[in-house]
């Protein structure tokens, strides 16, 4: 079955950085494009990035020259680079794919900038 693990998050001051990792399985990884979204406390869930198969890029404006997605298909991971951390960022953050019309979601990983 379609699994998808995320790991990396934590605590961090703000103007750092972390990466977070999401592992897949139960599919075939390569032909799929992939997304990261997060949830801020007491808001919906929203859209940061998302790679193509051919790892073209699109990133929320909120990240835009300081989060990069990458994606390894032979490892079958896809990454969120997040440098220059801001308070506004804390969130909790999901890894996704669309599978045959279907979302398949992570279980999330917290991420907390303080200030």
């Known amino acids: 079955q379609v699994q998808l693990v995320e790991s990396g998050g934590g605590l961090v001051q703000s103007g750092g950085s972390l990466r977070l990792s999401c592992a897949a399985s139960g599919f075939r990884f390569s032909i799929y494009s992939m997304r990261w979204y997060r949830r801020a406390p007491g808001k919906g869930r929203d859209l940061v990035a998302s790679?193509?198969?051919?790892?073209?890029?699109l990133y929320a404006d909120s990240v835009k020259g300081r989060f990069t997605i990458s994606r390894d298909n032979g490892k079958n991971t896809v990454d969120l680079q997040m440098n220059s951390l801001k308070p506004e960022d804390t969130a909790v953050y999901y890894c996704?794919?669309?599978?045959?019309?279907?979302?398949?979601w992570g279980q999330g990983t917290q991420v907390t900038v303080s200030s």
């Open positions: 996704n794919a669309v599978i045959g019309g279907m979302n398949y």
């Open positions: 790679i193509t198969t051919a790892s073209g890029t």
